[in-house]
């Protein structure tokens, strides 16, 4: 039986058993995990086989490259690969054979390609996120809906959650009223006994304010983007990390939120001028000259004291042969204080003009005078106005669409597995035949529990290799986060022959009732994480199931999941054993990883193998013992 077959249209293959040699490497020791793909040279037989497979080796297509299609088989996994004919040579086809599992096909992809956008409002074609709009949506009721649809609810229920999240300085320590933000209650997805707060404009011609209450924000569940990453190919995710009650519960933090800027100005009055009946009086029309017209007059009070614009855009008609002389006129106690006159010509009048009102004028009537010497009223759709000249101020509206892009880091998906394994320490696991990636913990389901496989065989002793470290350095990304240090001597401190294990991540502080964010921690190095707490609020805790997010401490990070897998790495033996496996002893030892050799228990590192002419397998074990 051939540790590796390769078939071309439905065909077996004969090649040279020398070069399909396999290496297979434990991800639980490495920094970077390797999925199983691999390009190299074989030489392919030349018999019935391989004409009927791949056809006549010719002198006609000797110079053209040839490319096939093939299943390549190792052990009870199947792959697909593409087998490049390259050259005849005595007895052979020189080939490159390449192959590799399908989860290849993703790992160079974007996390965040894979998680499809929402819309609160469940539009067909949503619209793209913006931070910046004209009109508000008004979707704000649908995300308290949305709210509370999600509160309580863990991954994978929910793909992600709202939590509130305590920011209490996140636009300054010092706003004033006029500041935007005023009006911020310190947390973001706040929530009231109404559920969660929205922002809202209170206006009026006396009154405008706006009340930028809340920030909304999701936060992703920490297994939510390898779930649909999988799912793109058909893979399931598995193992005690996915079921674990803890991890249900992690989420990624992000800083970014889903609010959209909206500049608003106080809306104002509009004047009405078709209520008020045509008086003839006289109108101060072109470079001031007094005469006869028809006017309309409408009476207005400023509320306060300020700059004012009246603003006008209307259409003059044309009444037969006629003359047409038009305008307008702002007269403040009695005084005409703005004008603006007309052509002699019909067509569009529009225009501002400014006026003030003095401390102590505040209420006093204010006459607008619309004249029109034929008495045409403009075009229906024409608009008058007027309004405080007080500057925009900034709106934050709730946009309906989430872009999570937006809030997920910018890796791939091998990135967030090497990431998430130095972590947590995990153990990675593919099955192309069972179409699962396992995400389990080294130390419970490997390096203590787990099965064995007991060689009884003499094995050669290749190599002794040197302990790979005499310590080791737990960190977050960042310097400021606690770190922790573990060596087998006494008193040791960190040194040259130190490994220090970073992690991607960052420490999130706790405070009162949930999280508390800073800029401090936002300007921390790594991305953070959180212990998401359905019942409360629903808010971040400090612990769950008396685990924290700290690397140091009880329940911490070190102490829970890299604490004894290190020590192990610490005081164990490093050897290369070399020696002949059959089939079936090969595919235990590769599938456990886990052998007993003269009673002592070993984790497998590495294999290398390959088959010889006995139909056995010349096998290279890289091992490390377990002292404990």
């Known amino acids: ?6 078939i071309v249209n439905n065909i077996e293959l004969d090649h040279v058993r020398e070069d399909a040699q396999i290496h297979n490497e434990n991800s639980s020791f490495s920094d970077a995990i390797k999925v199983q793909h691999t390009t190299r040279p074989i030489r392919i037989v030349e018999n019935t086989a391989a004409i009927t497979a791949l056809g006549e080796f010719s002198i006609a297509t000797a110079k053209k490259t040839k490319y096939f299609p093939c299943q390549i088989v190792i052990g009870a996994t199947r792959y697909t690969g593409i087998l490049t004919q390259l050259d005849k040579i005595s007895g052979f086809r020189k080939c490159d054979l390449k192959f590799g599992s399908a989860i290849n096909n993703i790992m160079d992809k974007k996390i965040s390609s894979f998680f499809p956008a929402y819309s609160v409002i469940n539009a067909e074609f949503p619209v793209a996120y913006n931070e910046e709009a004209v009109d508000e949506f008004g979707n704000q009721p649908d995300w308290v809906a949305q709210a509370d649809f999600l509160a309580g609810k863990i991954f994978p229920e929910v793909m992600w959650q709202l939590p509130r999240m305590g920011y209490r300085y996140k636009f300054g320590s010092d706003l004033k009223p006029e500041d935007a933000h005023f009006g911020f209650r310190r947390y973001i997805n706040g929530r009231g006994l109404d559920g969660l707060d929205v922002n809202s404009i209170i206006s009026n011609a006396s009154y405008f304010a706006m009340h930028n209450n809340n920030v909304l924000s999701p936060q992703v569940f920490f297994l939510a983007p390898l779930f649909y990453a999988f799912q793109s190919i058909g893979y399931k995710l598995q193992g005690n990390v996915v079921v674990s009650a803890f991890f249900k519960r992690l989420l990624l933090l992000s800083f970014n939120d889903n609010m959209v800027k909206i500049s608003r100005k106080p809306p104002g009055v509009q004047l009405d001028i078709s209520v008020t009946t045509w008086v003839r009086k006289t109108v101060y029309g072109f470079s001031n000259y007094p005469y006869q017209s028809y006017v309309k007059e409408v ?13 006008y855009d209307m259409n003059i008609l044309f009444a037969g042969n006629n003359p047409l002389a038009y305008g307008i006129e702002i007269f403040q106690g009695g ?7 007309g052509s002699m010509f019909p067509g569009r009048f529009e225009g501002k003009l400014y006026f003030t009102v003095e401390e102590g ?17 403009p075009e229906a759709g024409y608009e008058i106005g007027w309004l405080e000249d007080l500057p925009e101020q900034d709106f934050y509206d709730m946009h309906p669409t989430v872009d999570f892009s937006r809030y997920i880091p910018d890796w791939t998906v091998i990135d967030f597995l090497n990431k998430i394994q130095k972590q947590f320490n995990l ?10 990636i396992s995400l389990n913990f080294n130390v419970e389901d ?16 290749a190599e002794i290799k040197n302990v790979e470290s005499e310590s080791y350095v737990l960190k977050y990304e960042n310097d400021i986060d606690k770190t922790s240090f573990i060596s087998l001597k006494e008193g040791a401190v960190k040194e040259e022959n130190t490994t220090e294990i970073e992690t991607a991540f960052k420490f999130i502080p706790y405070g009162r009732l949930t999280c508390e964010l800073s800029k401090e921690t936002e300007d921390k190095a790594g991305v953070g994480l959180m212990i998401y707490d359905p019942i409360n609020q629903p808010d971040i805790s400090e612990h769950y199931n008396s685990k924290t997010l700290s690397i140091p401490g009880a329940g911490g990070i070190f102490e829970t999941y890299h604490k004894r897998w290190l020590l192990f790495r610490l005081s164990s033996g490093n050897v290369v054993l070399k020696g002949p496996f059959s089939k079936t002893e090969l595919h235990q030892v590769s599938k456990l990883m886990k052998v007993i050799i003269d009673n002592q228990k070993w984790l497998v590192k590495a294999i290398d193998y390959k088959e010889n002419s006995n139909a056995l397998f010349e096998t290279e074990l890289e091992l490390e013992s377990i002292t404990f």
């Open 427 to 436: 153990k990675i696991d593919f099955d192309d035949i069972e179409k699962t």
């Open 446 to 461: 490997y390096l203590i529990g787990g099965k064995s496989v007991a060689i009884h065989k003499s094995l050669e002793i």
């Open 299 to 311: 009476i207005f009070n400023p509320p306060n004291a300020g700059d004012y614009i009246l603003r």
């Open 1 to 6: 039986m051939r540790s590796l077959k390769i």
């Open 361 to 377: 004028q505040e209420n006093a009537p204010i006459t607008f005078v619309y004249y029109n010497f034929n008495k045409i009223m």
């Open 335 to 341: 005084q005409l204080t703005a004008a603006q006159a």
